[in-house]
């Protein structure tokens, strides 16, 4: 069986899928395992100076890789079956990142030096280099997903076990930032080893270098964009309130991460595959894929974001700590974003992208970083980590709003999340019902009353609409998606 068989099979959407979920399941689990220990031990302060370089860093690293998560991805997906062309176009795309490697580590090594000379930035500089040897476009683009998750996997059990064993007290949160470091620089040597498998030497010319800066800049448009209510935040609160606040706000956003793996992990295993697939020219195929993908995520954000929103009053305090009570309203804000989050998704990976609606897709970024930044900078001052919810909430909304508008017209996305409509209507009346109940004792046991209470009345407000609703094609269309994306021979609409 040749690289083609192997990768490409018909079953390969829901193979990646279950790869990436494990993966993604593990990176739910290791927060959810060491951020009740990590808030006791190390403190929000302390969290926050961490979580504050950490951003800084992050925007050396973005320069390092302009757009190629995206570009390199979009890239490799529609060439890997000519094993030449793949070899040269991955050089080519790679030599650009080198450079800008090099250039982005040589302006951090300046600023380290003049403008914040401490011991965080300094091990942050890891992290940076990392950057120049990442490579997991590469294998996102070829799906070989089983390689990264497997990487990932190993990396972060030993990186959970490090933290827990050598941090344990506030003073170590430069080895904590140390540990994570490491694994990342660690994990991107590693996919080097099995580079040789798919790509050969190839010689390339300036020219095969300069013809990916144009695209790969018109795709590093809406990274920036995006950073700027992803990890401007951070800094604006660092810059504007205090580390403390950061603290909040960074664990807070750990908890969203619970609802966002699973549809990042959809994200990240389709984008090669709608590339390839409408570069094919096979559009009944990818308005099928599209279908499943907006039902699911509605799906999944309705019962976890609800559920977490409805108990988060006795979460928080179990989960963080009495002194995070602050958390249960950032919860609250953060958490219905990840609505919009998941459908704007769901546009950009399987349609924009696929289809180099470029152009959308930028506009849409922009708009939601300048309504972040306005509510940012209006409200951080006077409200702290609240304000900075606020504004992610609502640029989630924009850039949702404004990617279903452009696509309105060749995608039936209302269709698709008419749809989905039961699960969102199931996941309004769990939580509704939930913030009614309160105990007199925060403890584990309200906890898990809550938790079962809320999952019978999701089940229950489900199962009245498929007793009055004549559509019971969704149940059927979201069990699809699990068990079998790509063996249907049913129109779906």
């Given at each position: 069986m040749d690289i083609k068989d192997q990768c490409f099979n018909v079953g390969n959407i829901k193979k990646n899928f279950i790869y990436n979920s494990l993966y993604q399941l593990l990176i739910i689990m290791i927060p959810l395992i060491t951020t009740p220990y990590l808030s006791r031990v190390l403190g929000a302060k302390n969290t926050g100076m961490y979580s504050y370089s950490y951003a800084i860093a992050t925007y050396f690293v973005l320069f390092i890789m302009l757009?190629?998560?995206?570009?390199?991805?979009?890239?490799?997906?529609?060439?890997?079956?000519?094993?030449?062309?793949?070899?040269?176009?991955?050089?080519?795309?790679?030599?650009?990142?080198l450079i800008c490697?090099?250039?982005?580590?040589?302006?951090?090594?300046?600023?380290?030096?003049?403008?914040?000379?401490?011991?965080?930035?300094?091990?942050?500089?890891?992290?940076?280099?990392?950057?120049?040897?990442?490579?997991?476009?590469?294998?996102?683009g070829m799906e070989q997903f089983k390689i990264t998750v497997t990487r990932n996997t190993v990396i972060k059990i030993i990186s959970t076990l490090l933290i827990f064993l050598l941090v344990k007290d506030s003073g170590d949160v430069y080895i904590y930032a140390l540990i994570s470091v490491m694994g990342t620089i660690i994990g991107q040597c590693v996919l080097w080893v099995y580079l040789a498998r798919f790509v050969h030497m190839e010689k390339i010319v300036?020219?095969?270098?300069?013809?990916?800066?144009?695209?790969?800049?018109?795709?590093?448009?809406?990274?920036?964009?995006i950073s700027l209510y992803k990890y401007m935040d951070k800094i604006m609160l660092g810059a504007l309130s205090s580390m403390s606040e950061v603290g909040y706000y960074d664990y807070?956003?750990?908890?969203?991460?619970?609802?966002?793996?699973?549809i990042n992990s959809l994200g990240t295993v389709?984008?090669?595959?709608?590339?390839?697939?409408?570069?094919?020219?096979?559009?009944?195929?990818?308005?099928?894929?599209?279908?499943?993908?907006?039902?699911?995520?509605?799906?999944?954000?309705?019962?976890?974001?609800?559920?977490?929103?409805?108990?988060?009053?006795?979460?928080?305090?179990i989960f963080l700590g009495n002194n995070y009570y602050i958390c249960i309203i950032l919860f609250n804000i953060l958490l219905p974003s990840c609505l919009f989050l998941g459908v704007a998704?769901?546009?950009?990976?399987?349609?924009?992208?696929?289809?180099?609606?470029?152009?959308?897709?930028?506009?849409?970024?922009?708009?939601?970083?300048?309504?972040?930044?306005?509510?940012?900078?209006?409200?951080?001052?006077?409200?702290?980590?609240?304000?900075?919810?606020?504004?992610?909430?609502?640029a989630e909304m924009t850039v949702c709003v404004y990617q279903v508008y452009s696509v309105k017209e060749e995608v039936k996305i209302f269709k698709m999340i008419k749809m989905a409509s039961p699960f969102l209507v199931a996941g309004i009346v769990m939580y509704v019902v939930?913030?009614?109940?309160?105990?007199?004792?925060?403890?584990?046991?309200?906890?898990?009353?809550?938790?079962?209470?809320?999952?019978?009345?999701?089940?229950?407000?489900?199962?009245?609409?498929?007793?009055?609703?004549?559509?019971?094609?969704?149940g059927k269309n979201l069990k699809n998606l699990l068990l079998s994306a790509t063996k249907r021979d049913e129109k779906m609409y």
């Open positions: 757009g190629l998560n995206n570009y390199g991805n979009r890239t490799i997906a529609s060439i890997r079956d000519d094993n030449k062309i793949l070899s040269k176009e991955f050089w080519s795309v790679y030599a650009l990142q490697g090099l250039i982005a580590t040589f302006v951090y090594v300046c600023y380290a030096i003049l403008f914040s000379n401490n011991i965080m930035t300094w091990i942050l500089l890891i992290y940076v280099i990392s950057g120049i040897i990442d490579i997991n476009w590469f294998f996102f300036i020219g095969d270098i300069v013809k990916h800066i144009k695209p790969n800049l018109i795709l590093f448009i809406p990274v920036i964009a807070s956003e750990r908890v969203i991460q619970v609802p966002m793996a699973l389709m984008l090669p595959k709608m590339s390839n697939v409408i570069s094919k020219g096979e559009r009944e195929r990818a308005d099928r894929y599209m279908l499943d993908s907006v039902i699911f995520v509605i799906a999944i954000v309705s019962i976890v974001c609800f559920g977490l929103m409805g108990v988060s009053d006795i979460f928080v305090p998704n769901v546009i950009r990976t399987q349609y924009l992208i696929p289809m180099k609606r470029d152009k959308e897709y930028i506009i849409s970024v922009f708009l939601g970083s300048i309504v972040n930044f306005v509510i940012n900078y209006s409200l951080i001052s006077g409200k702290g980590s609240v304000g900075a919810a606020i504004g992610t909430l609502f939930l913030i009614h109940i309160t105990f007199s004792t925060k403890s584990i046991v309200s906890l898990f009353i809550k938790i079962v209470i809320g999952a019978i009345l999701y089940i229950i407000s489900l199962f009245v609409f498929y007793i009055f609703s004549k559509n019971n094609s969704i």
